[in-house]
């Protein structure tokens, strides 16, 4: 076996290409196109040889990945076994200076669960009057407290609590990696980058937010193959669990509108609705007011860890209040949602679904008033699917590590004293630096490769959208300047170039019934 030269460091008058990529249905081996990804299979025997029969036995790459998120899901359950043996119970700052803080011990006697109080129903004593979470990530914090015995000591049973968690999240976390391995069907080697990350790994049991994570993946596997109701009654299941996935919907509805694909646009919209009104309406009329503590609490919360208006309020020493910080994230919002229009409709081919939907959520996480650490598990699928190169991806990990350790050490400034043990505000400030400028580079990476389509690794293989499903190879309907009705840019010589994105020229015999031209270069 040998390490093959990537695409983009050879010449073209000596490229010589693989005659796999030219197949649409042969596996994309990232090792053949990734030098990071060659140089980490050495661990593992060498990149994938030309004469390598993949998929020949029980070891498929799905399995794999599957195996890979278990051990290193289990690795991020052994990183907080300090807290389970007496941090999270004992001592105000242990628990961030060892770095494995979560909400799960804690909210267990917090939120009513260990003295069966149920959620939304029963009030809560203390200034915390309901349950803050969605309908369905309240039940599934239900469940698992059912799978808590209620005897032994209350330490107890909040380890058991969290054990509980943990299993069934590592059920999510499976479901995720699987999930965006067999979105991009010659691609699921992809996957691996979820299961390696590193970032994934130590916030996955923080909080609950891998439940919602794992529902949008599904629903993006279930568009990719061209179900768009499966795909809005997950996606309205999602929402219900966390509101971020609901963001996916904007992004879907423009690239529908360049392509006319109304029907499914509608399809999936409709059963976003009627998935979210069927699990939220029954809690809505029953117990209206817990059932909006949820919005209320995210209205009124105030600015806090991780968010660029807590950097701007420390360093400029200046309040911003709850409706000033909700005013301003709108604004940013309503300003780069406006700018993908252009973005989408005068792009040289249309832009594929991962890349919108990764960018969108992005623009949430940095305009919100708060960045919990383990928000990051929102984004880890969306970026393998928008932009799978390992170089620009362990960059970003790198920064989010950089932010996971840096709130904890600062929460253990902050909760140490005059001792003062910790990250002082000024490193963490680096920190979320650190958070924002990784963010924002992949999200340059993303938008280059939208207006250099050439340079995207997905379409370098020949593919146009694998997550689109019915956008993908669909002809365009509705497009703003000349670039985007026929991109003036080829790919790398060597490879396949597909004419998607061009209107449908009946007339034109290139092309066959879908509007797709394809040629050897």
């Known amino acids: 076996m040998f390490a093959m030269p990537s695409a983009e460091t050879t010449p073209p008058e000596v490229h010589q290409p693989d005659p796999a990529p030219r197949s649409r249905t042969d596996v994309v081996a990232p090792t053949r196109e990734d030098k990071i990804a060659a140089v980490g299979s050495d661990l593992i025997g060498g990149p994938l040889g030309r004469r390598a029969l993949v998929g020949a036995n029980w070891w498929t790459p799905v399995r794999v990945i599957a ?26 700052s242990s628990q961030y200076t060892h770095a494995c803080y979560s909400d799960i011990p804690h ?33 599934f914090m239900e469940v698992a407290a059912w799978l808590t015995p209620g005897s032994g ?13 943990a299993g069934m999240l590592m059920v999510c976390a499976v479901v995720i990696a699987v999930c965006v391995a067999r979105t991009h069907r010659r ?31 599904a629903a993006l596997l279930m568009w990719s193959r061209g179900r768009p109701l499966a795909f809005g009654v997950l996606l309205g299941l999602a929402t219900a669990a966390k509101f971020y996935p609901f963001l996916v919907l904007g992004p879907l509805f423009l690239l529908c509108w360049r392509a006319g694909k109304w029907r499914e646009f509608g399809t999936a919209f409709f059963g976003a609705v009627g998935a979210w009104l069927l699990v939220n309406v029954p809690v809505m009329a029953m117990a209206p007011e817990g059932w909006a503590k949820f919005y209320s609490f995210s209205r009124e919360r105030g600015i806090d860890f991780g968010s660029i208006w807590l950097m701007i309020s420390q360093r400029m020493n200046v309040h911003i ?35 919108l939907a990764f960018l969108v959520v992005a623009a949430f996480i940095l305009t919100n008033k708060v960045y919990s650490p383990q928000y990051v598990l929102w984004l880890v699928p969306l970026a393998v699917l928008a932009r799978p190169r390992w170089r620009d991806f362990l960059i970003w990990q790198a920064c989010e590590v950089a932010y996971f350790l840096g709130i904890w050490m600062y929460l253990a400034y902050t909760t140490s004293g005059d001792a003062h ?17 990784g963010t924002l580079y992949l999200c340059a990476v993303v938008v280059r490769d939208i207006l250099l389509p050439e340079r995207d690794v997905v379409r370098r293989s020949g593919d146009d959208d694998p997550s689109g499903g019915v956008l993908d ?23 396949v170039r597909v004419g998607w994105g061009r209107p449908v020229d009946r007339k034109d015999e290139d092309y066959g019934p879908k509007g797709v031209r394809s040629e050897r270069t």
């Open 187 to 217: 691609r699921p080697w992809d996957g691996l980058l979820v299961a390696l990350a590193p970032a994934f790994a130590l916030t996955a049991t923080i909080n609950w937010d891998l439940f919602a994570v794992a529902l949008l993946s």
């Open 107 to 139: 909210l267990y006697s917090g939120r009513g669960f260990a003295d069966g109080l149920i959620p939304y129903f029963d009030r809560l004593p203390g200034d915390m009057e309901y349950l803050e979470y969605p309908v369905l990530t309240g039940v």
């Open 153 to 165: 000591t209350l330490q107890h049973q909040q380890q058991i609590y969290w054990f509980a968690n």
């Open 67 to 92: 195996l890979v998120m278990i051990g290193m899901f289990a690795l991020g359950m052994v990183q907080k076994f300090p807290c389970y043996d007496g941090a999270w119970f004992f001592g105000a």
């Open 473 to 495: 190879r669909a002809p365009d309907v509705f497009t703003i300047g000349s670039r985007a009705r026929w991109g003036s840019r080829a790919e790398p010589a060597g490879e």
């Open 421 to 437: 043990r910790g990250l002082p505000p000024d490193g963490y400030h680096l920190a979320i630096s650190a958070h924002l400028i």
């Open 321 to 355: 209040t709850p409706e000033s910080a909700n005013n301003y994230g709108m604004f940013l919002m309503i300003i780069i949602c406006l700018a993908m229009i252009p973005l989408v409709l005068m792009a040289p081919r249309r832009p594929r679904l991962a890349q």
